[in-house]
């Protein structure tokens, strides 16, 4: 019997998209309150992207978790109106600023299938979801993460011979998916060193330096709340729990129901029952509290999970693995967390080659740009290949547009040139204004002959007239005990 047109089925998961709020460090480009994921990305909402991931992967159900009213408040609303996708969306607030692992144990509870999905809200990829999950699932793990390519870029790199700057160690079992090693952005070489025992476990053991991760999880839902309920100390996934997930994996092996045992004897042991039954059943009820921290309420999808009780959660705790998922070589796999993400993604994304995958769709004119037919056309203005122009623009003559993205309503003076820019929309210029590897949010403006390289613009932002300016961050962020 062919087979080849059969897709396996997968077993039914939620997700939980961590958006964020502001993104301080995405400023200038939310000065005015706009939501990190409600930011354009080749003119669409940042958010598309990881959604339509999750709907091509076969989730159904979502939890976005908002830090704030205002972030919350804003994705409803384009949620409401701007959002036709197939999935079940819902909105979750916390409070603005707050971790992203105490955001994830507010609302954890919430999830009810054996295993979800964790991605951050500012995730560009068009790697296949599903390809880590069945990772996940033929692996057992507890933990999935997915991995990009690190993009080299002049501000990573270091002198021959030296360890590059800012970049993720990754240790991989040579041949296999196991993750068993993973330090964040290193501020010293003393944080990788490693103990015989590691080496002598590990032997083939390889560690990459090409990787990134997308903050992209699968997780093992009831392992999850039981490593959370037990380290309310873990605040942050990639420097901590991360880590701590592919730490906990090796220790040495014991049941939940041995260790109990061997905490009661030593107490015992030690008198520092006292005696007394009061004593006894306080350890014992702690003990009893440990092995339901794993339990889930409620019923629905997962709910066999959560009602094979906490020490059955626990006892896979002991005994889990982590994965990783490598992104294929080649594929676009990018996060738009800085500014330099921002445009990187923006630049990126509209090239011939990454469109039809990741846009999903092809340039819509045979000079391989983005040009709807709303867009007016000076005399000789060009557009050049891997550029795309928002709908209702106006470019003037001998206006030039490489290797950008404009925003819609946008006007563009005789004779201005953008290069390798991001423009928002209603973005107006005067006359030969000149404009390179720069990103300018919605609604600024540039007087007659202002020339911006390597700049960044708060929407509303006005340039005057003949103003030169390099490497601004216009206005300048402001100052923060």
Not at 69 to 96: H, I, K, P, S
Not at 101 to 117: E, G, H, K, S, Y
């Amino acid at each position: 019997m062919a087979t080849s047109g059969l897709m396996l089925q997968l077993p039914p998961v939620q997700a939980v998209l961590l958006a964020g709020g502001g993104g301080s460090r995405l400023y200038p480009l939310n000065a005015s309150g706009t939501p990190k994921v409600l930011l354009p990305v080749a003119n669409r909402p940042l958010l598309t992207f990881p959604l339509r991931m999750l709907e091509e992967s076969g989730v159904t159900d979502v939890l976005v978790v908002c830090e704030g009213d205002m972030a919350a408040q804003a994705v409803r609303a384009w949620l409401a109106t701007g959002y036709n996708g197939g999935l079940r969306v819902e909105v979750a607030r916390v409070a603005d600023g707050l971790p992203a692992v105490d955001a994830l144990r507010q609302v954890i509870d919430r999830v009810r299938t054996d295993n979800f999905v964790l991605l951050s809200g500012d995730v560009v990829s068009e790697t296949s979801l599903r390809a880590q999950l069945l990772t996940h699932y033929v692996k057992e793990a507890a933990m999935t993460a997915l991995f990009g390519r690190r993009k080299v870029l002049a501000s990573t790199e270091t002198k021959p011979g030296r360890s590059p700057k800012n970049v993720d160690y990754v240790g991989l079992e040579a041949g296999s998916d196991r993750l068993t090693l993973y330090v964040h952005s290193p501020d010293t070489v003393k944080q990788l060193l490693l103990p015989p025992s590691f080496m002598r476990r590990f032997p083939n053991l390889q560690i990459r330096t090409d990787l990134v991760d997308m903050q992209v999880y699968v997780f093992h839902s009831a392992t999850l709340k039981a490593v959370l309920s037990a380290n309310d100390k873990l605040k942050h996934l990639e420097e901590q729990l991360v880590p701590h997930m592919i730490r906990y994996q090796l220790k040495p092996r014991r049941s939940v129901g041995e260790e109990a045992a061997a905490s009661l004897a030593a107490a015992r042991h030690s008198g520092s029952l006292g005696g007394g039954s009061s004593s006894l059943t306080g350890l014992e009820g702690s003990m009893a509290d440990l092995s339901l921290s794993g339990m889930s309420s409620g019923s629905g999808a997962g709910g066999g999970a959560a009602a094979e009780g906490g020490t059955a959660a626990l006892d896979r705790a002991t005994e889990w693995q982590c994965c990783a998922y490598l992104a294929p070589e080649g594929s676009f796999c990018l996060r738009a967390n800085t500014l330099q993400g921002y445009a990187d993604c923006n630049r990126d994304v509209i090239t011939p080659q990454n469109a039809p995958k990741v846009l999903r769709e092809d340039p819509n004119s045979s000079y391989e740009n983005f040009v709807p037919g709303s867009v007016a056309l000076g005399q000789r203005a060009h557009v050049a290949a891997a550029t795309m122009v928002g709908p209702d623009t106006v470019l003037e003559d001998r206006v030039s547009v490489k290797r950008s993205v404009v925003g819609s309503g946008c006007s563009l003076g005789t004779g201005t040139k953008v290069v390798n820019s991001v423009l928002g929309d209603d973005v107006r210029t005067g006359t030969n204004c000149a404009i390179h590897n720069c990103v300018i949010a919605s609604g600024c403006t540039l007087g007659e002959g202002a020339r911006l390289r390597d700049c960044q613009l708060a929407p509303g932002y006005s340039v005057p007239a003949g103003a030169d300016l390099t490497e601004e961050v216009l206005p300048p962020p402001p100052y923060r005990e």
